[in-house]
């Protein structure tokens, strides 16, 4: 009788949706399931069984026995985030496109999905694409080269697959942000190391250090910091002098250091919480998209790979162009973050009435400042719930074109969409990093009049298996 927390030896047989691997495991004479986070086709491994379910099993990785032959040597250190950084590019487009058809059938039960598929659109750059990355520190460390964890350390990296309380030092570079910054963060470490302040202790909720996030503008190469820290030892901490050397150490790349002190002790609590200070440099970075600039502070949402976002928001424009914008129409830009799209759509249709809205103040603060100095006059953000803010305006039903909607991993929420689709809009262009909640969402949009006509995906996040989707839905004549 197996059961949670017995080990198993399984060969990896396909890919499921979010990163799972799937093989199959004899129990009584009975095949089952058994999906393995971060699983690779033809590996074989001994697996850790952490969930029991009538029809299938969850496993956690604990060793790799035979790797798998899709499988190729990196000059990069492995992290978490980047499961898939052996597989050729190749290999993961097929294994996007396969899980998203099947879950777009499975879910939204639209069985011809792949006549509707109009096409793939590659990140420009493979490797080194991002332009945040949040390092955590630790006073739990994992040792990748003696196999074994030391306590009483000072890690800064990344947390090790399937902890939330153990970091593996990073040391050099991941391939999956900035190179000359992570070859240098073992540097970084050693510095505040030397403070004898101490890193989180994650399950004891004490220590100092916590977590390290950086931003990095492609327009102008320079990154900025913000140093995330408890308040227990904050008169210990010379925090101009790290500005320093930070800026010692990155020359010209320095843009700014920001000092957040965060006592709560959800260990992943937002890393914006608390209270903030700027200690040297600048506040905000400016990245350019589409031939607009956009200046971003260190808490709003922007695309995390702004090289293929140029690709992805061609392509919404796109999907809107497909049919003519009447004159003094209104296109709606919801979960607008720092007011990309919806600056692009302002810029290409001069004469509609663009409507921002996102419930992050500082990301609509942002944006308005950006929507001034790119000279473009005809769009308005609001500071709102999206429910809310389409509960309390109803004077906009039957005057909306298009509505352009780009929500969180977590999906928009039924009672949302539904309030989304009673405005009326002719078109709903539907932007998401989350194929399964975009999947859930399609059976509410056909029950409420709406047809998907075509749809494409986006790898903003290569080596992960992380996909983004456009869809374009067009109200049902009646």
Not at 17 to 26: L, P, Q, S
Not at 179 to 194: P, T
Not at 298 to 324: D, H, W
Request: contains cysteine.
């Amino acid at each position: 009788m197996i059961k949670k927390g017995d080990i198993i030896n399984v060969v990896v047989k396909d890919f499921a949706f979010g990163g799972k691997g799937i093989a199959t495991y004899k129990v009584d004479d009975k095949s089952i399931i058994v999906f393995i986070n971060q699983g690779i086709p033809g590996q074989q491994l001994n697996v850790v069984i952490k969930k029991k379910k009538p029809t299938f099993l969850e496993a956690e990785i604990i060793e790799i026995i035979t790797p798998s032959k899709l499988e190729n040597k990196v000059p990069y250190q492995r992290i978490s985030g980047a499961p898939y950084i052996s597989l050729s590019i190749s290999d993961q487009r097929s294994m996007k496109e396969q899980v998203s058809f099947d879950v777009y059938k499975r879910i939204g039960k639209i069985e011809h999905i792949e006549t509707l598929y109009d096409e793939w659109i590659p990140s420009p750059s493979p490797h080194h694409y991002r332009n945040k990355m949040e390092y955590s520190f630790s006073s739990i460390q994992y040792d990748l080269e003696k196999e074994l964890v030391i306590d009483d350390a000072f890690a800064l990296g990344f947390k090790r697959k399937g902890t939330w309380w153990m970091v593996e030092n990073l040391d050099e570079d991941s391939g999956m942000f900035d190179k000359e910054l992570e070859d240098s963060l073992h540097l970084v470490r050693s510095f505040l190391e030397k403070t004898n302040l101490k890193a989180w202790h994650p399950p004891r909720k004490t220590g100092f250090f916590r977590h390290l996030v950086v931003r990095k503008s492609y327009l102008t190469n320079q990154l900025l910091f913000n140093l995330v820290t408890s308040s227990k030892g904050l008169d210990q901490f010379n925090h101009m002098e790290f500005g320093g050397y930070l800026e010692q150490l990155f020359k010209s790349r320095f843009r700014g250091l920001i000092h957040t002190i965060n006592d709560d002790v959800a260990d992943r609590d937002k890393l914006d919480k608390g209270n903030s200070q700027l200690v040297k440099g600048n506040l905000i970075i400016t990245e350019k998209i589409n031939d607009l600039n956009f200046d971003i502070s260190m808490q709003s949402f922007f695309q995390t790979n702004p090289n293929c976002a140029e690709k992805l928001y061609e392509k919404v424009m796109q999907y809107i162009r497909l049919e003519k914008i009447p004159n003094d129409s209104y296109i709606l830009d919801l979960f607008c973050g720092t007011g990309t799209i919806g600056q692009l759509i302002a810029k290409s249709f001069p004469d509609a009435n663009i409507i921002g809205v996102d419930i992050v103040k500082s990301a609509i603060e942002n944006a308005s400042i950006n929507a001034t100095k790119n000279n473009i006059s005809n769009i308005t953000f609001k500071c709102d719930d999206v429910g809310k803010f389409l509960l309390n305006n109803p004077n906009y039903e039957n005057k909306i074109h298009t509505i352009v909607i780009d929500p969180p991993r977590a999906g928009i929420s039924p009672k949302s969409l539904r309030k989304v689709i009673r405005l009326n809009a002719k078109k709903i262009v539907y932007v998401s990093c989350n194929p399964a909640t975009q999947a859930r969402d399609l059976e509410t949009l056909s029950s409420m009049g709406y047809s998907l006509m075509k749809f494409s995906l986006v790898d903003q996040f290569p080596h992960t298996p992380h996909v983004e989707s456009i869809m374009l839905f067009s109200q049902n004549q009646e």
